[in-house]
């Protein structure tokens, strides 16, 4: 992976993006190259994306709630969000969230690199396909085998606690915390982690044929413990703060380790075998639209 700021259309240019979730909207001391306020066919982005220099690497970075965390989860515009992404050349991305933990050995300010996803959202847009193009992606290893790999071996390097692999993340609606039966319910299943923000994320990167990656940073127990309080939001504030601190000295190694990986993986071509549809059935106005996205099978966007 090329790793110096190129620009296309005038536009800057970056290989590796990073998506901060709750508690990361910046990244103090990076050299800011641009700011760039896209515009994509599915509206705009949660807010402008940063394009920094990370140990001298050029990096697309988008707050997932906006600065001043403005968007809930439910309403955060994922499609735009990647689709700019990707117009700025991102090939990877490493997000980050804020979740609780459904498992003892899971302690808050733990960092864990999940591997796979329950989805309990209802009311979010999860595809880009649709409007005449149907499209189907594989989705049995949500997140790319290869970039997760990258990033958990990144966290042992540097002894941050935690570091399990293998957990799964549940995904919520929100914005509300879960009732004492959810918690309980989704421990029985199992799964060690809960946010609201993964999903539809993940689903979303594959069909753009980039690798995603989560980090998920522990901020509390979510309330299945007995004999303690619920989930008490100045607690999670104050957990917040002390991950995003350590998220952001983490991204100088986690960028140089990723800038230099190649992308050996299924992740650039998710969708070869996906699209169903017909190409002489395709709507023209659909295909405008995933040129933007996915121009290798839709050819180069055109206006109506």
Known sequence: ????????????????????????????????????????????????????????EPVAFLPRHGRGHRVLPGEVNVRANLCALKELGVEQVVAFSAVGSLKEELAPLDFVVPRQLIDRTRHRPDTFFGDGIVGHVAFADPFCPRLAGLVQSELRSRRLPGGQEGETLVVMEGPAFSTRAESHLHR????????????????????????????????????????????????????????ADRARSLLPALVSRLTTATRDCSCPEACRQAIITSPDRQPRRTRAKLARLLPKYFGESRSE
């Open 188 to 243: 029985s299943w199992g799964a060690g982690l809960i946010n609201m923000s993964a999903l539809p994320e993940a689903k979303l990167a594959r069909e753009a044929e980039l690798c995603y990656a989560l980090v998920c940073m522990v901020t509390d127990f979510d309330c299945w413990r007995e004999g303690e309080s619920d989930v008490e939001l100045q607690m999670i504030l104050r957990n917040l703060t002390a991950n």
């Open 1 to 56: 992976m090329a790793g110096k700021t190129a620009r296309s259309r005038g536009r800057p240019r970056a290989r590796l993006g990073v998506i901060g979730g709750s508690g990361l909207y910046e990244i103090p001391g990076a050299k800011v190259v641009a700011e760039v306020r896209a515009r994509t066919p599915w509206g705009m982005p949660s807010d402008a994306i940063s394009i920094v220099e990370v140990g001298g």
